[in-house]
């Protein structure tokens, strides 16, 4: 089945700079790759997701990253601000697989 | 916006009892699912569900588990006889069609089996 590694585990950086989390995984049939957000306590909300058809894709200060060859995609998230502070969990899915595979999570903190 | 609705936001049980936990998908999707959280935790896929018939089980999803859409709008989570382990929270999520496609997610349901 799929495998889903996801770095760091704690992610702490100053208001108005950017964060980067990355992920890999390990079933090349995969093909949907979404990014969840988790306050404490609250159900996860996508934020942003690609398919395996796309390199890159943005919303706002939002953007996600795939590379297909490395098996990896990256949230990057740019001019953070304190209600970004929450736990992110990349996922993967396809090729045959109904149910999302999650990575362990990120906790981000953005220092004021 | 519609959301997914799920009931009890809590509960508490013995071990061995049995539990239903209670999800209201979107009206207008045809995928069902249930994850479960325990806490501190990633979130893990047990089950989906589809044209009233399981879909896809991963090994968490055992015989003490089942699934039942009893009505139109209802998707039910059975645990026949709940152990210490399967405190958790339980997320419902429902998508409009199979892979690839957004599946949202309940609040929640936080077990806690004393």
């Known amino acids: 089945g799929e495998n889903v590694e996801q770095h760091p585990s704690t992610l702490s950086v100053q208001e108005g700079d950017s964060a980067v989390i990355k992920c890999t995984y390990s079933?090349?049939?995969?093909?949907?790759f979404p990014w969840y957000k988790q306050e404490l306590g609250k159900r996860p909300q996508l934020i942003i997701d690609i398919r395996s058809n796309v390199g890159e894709k943005k919303d706002q200060r939002i953007a996600v990253t795939l590379n297909k060859t490395a098996k990896h995609f990256s949230l990057h998230i740019t001019e953070t601000q304190p209600e970004d502070s929450a736990v992110y969990f990349c996922?993967?899915?396809?090729?045959?697989?109904?149910?999302?595979?999650f990575g362990k999570g990120t906790h981000l903190i953005i220092q004021p | 916006e519609p959301e997914v609705t799920q009931t009890p936001s809590h509960q508490v049980t013995q071990m061995g009892q049995e539990v239903i936990l209670r999800c209201v998908p979107i009206s207008n999707h045809l995928y069902f699912y249930w994850y479960r959280q325990i806490l501190g935790q990633k979130v893990e896929f047990l089950v989906s569900?589809?044209?009233?018939?399981?879909?896809?089980k991963s090994e968490i999803f055992d015989d003490q588990f089942s699934v039942e859409r009893p009505d139109g709008s209802n998707f039910t989570l059975k645990i026949r006889s709940t152990k210490l382990e399967d405190s958790a929270m339980y997320f419902c999520?429902?998508?409009?069609?199979?892979?690839?496609?957004?599946?949202?997610f309940g609040p929640g349901t936080r077990l806690l089996v004393l």
């Open positions: 079933d090349s049939a995969s093909n949907y």
């Open positions: 996922a993967a899915t396809g090729g045959g697989a109904d149910g999302l595979t």
């Open positions: 569900f589809y044209n009233n018939e399981i879909s896809e």
């Open positions: 999520a429902s998508s409009e069609a199979r892979q690839g496609e957004t599946q949202y």
